[in-house]
């Protein structure tokens, strides 16, 4: 009998602990998107994709140019001159691709360069979330605009106005997060490339400037949390 007291009492114990732990939840997404160093650095990133897209789709232009003109010219060409001309088409393909991969592949140019201009606003936001779970006594916080599925949140652990707050950006009426965004492709560089085979001279990019941009969620005002 006593046995059995004790683990009653022991489980009433663990209970109460786990239950007194605190979390909360915050939408990181919709706070980068408030940070105005963030909407900065994101247009310069998509501003650098677009340009380098462009180059390289007047590079896959002019390997086309190269190749339609081959063919023009290919009855009045000798066997050494066609094999000579072919060669060149697939080294420019070649360059071409090798080009492309080291500015939209992984850990590319473009790649490095969001992370330098991106990551530094990040850390700051990572930072002030951090702050506010030491404020709150807060054991746990989710982030909403993550992976996690939340299908019911109650606001009352939703502390992304406090992090706004201490990123000095709060507000006279309360900056509510959109809903959770709609699960889509994993978002990485790599995903822009595109694989030419080399007997393909004419194959042009496809664009690759959608593999950094992030949907800004649309907000809804709620009243200030007391």
Do not use: C
């Amino acid at each position: 009998m006593k046995k059995l007291l004790f683990l009653v009492f022991f489980a009433l114990l663990t209970f109460q602990a786990a239950y007194a732990q605190k979390f909360g939840y915050v939408d990181s997404e919709f706070i980068m998107s408030k940070v105005p160093a963030y909407t900065a650095a994101q247009k310069e990133v998509d501003k650098l994709s677009a340009n380098w897209q462009k180059d390289i789709e007047n590079r896959y232009a002019a390997i086309d140019k190269m190749y339609k003109a081959y063919q023009a010219e290919e009855v009045l060409l000798t066997d050494e001159m066609k094999k000579r001309r072919q060669n060149e088409i697939v080294e420019k393909e070649r360059e071409v691709k090798e080009y492309q991969k080291s500015i939209f592949g992984f850990e590319g140019q473009l790649f490095k360069k969001r992370q330098e201009l991106i990551k530094p606003v990040q850390d700051e936001v990572y930072d002030a979330i951090e702050k506010v779970a030491k404020q709150k006594q807060l054991q746990i916080i989710f982030d909403k605009s993550g992976g996690l599925v939340m299908l019911y949140t109650n606001p009352v652990h939703d502390y992304t106005e406090y992090v706004l707050e201490a990123l000095g950006l709060a507000s006279t009426e309360r900056n509510s997060p959109g809903k959770a965004p709609v699960v889509r492709p994993t978002d990485t560089p790599a995903a822009a490339v595109t694989d030419v085979g080399e007997d393909e001279a004419s194959t042009q990019p496809k664009a690759a400037g959608g593999a950094v941009k992030r949907t800004t969620q649309t907000t809804k005002s709620q009243p200030k949390k007391k």
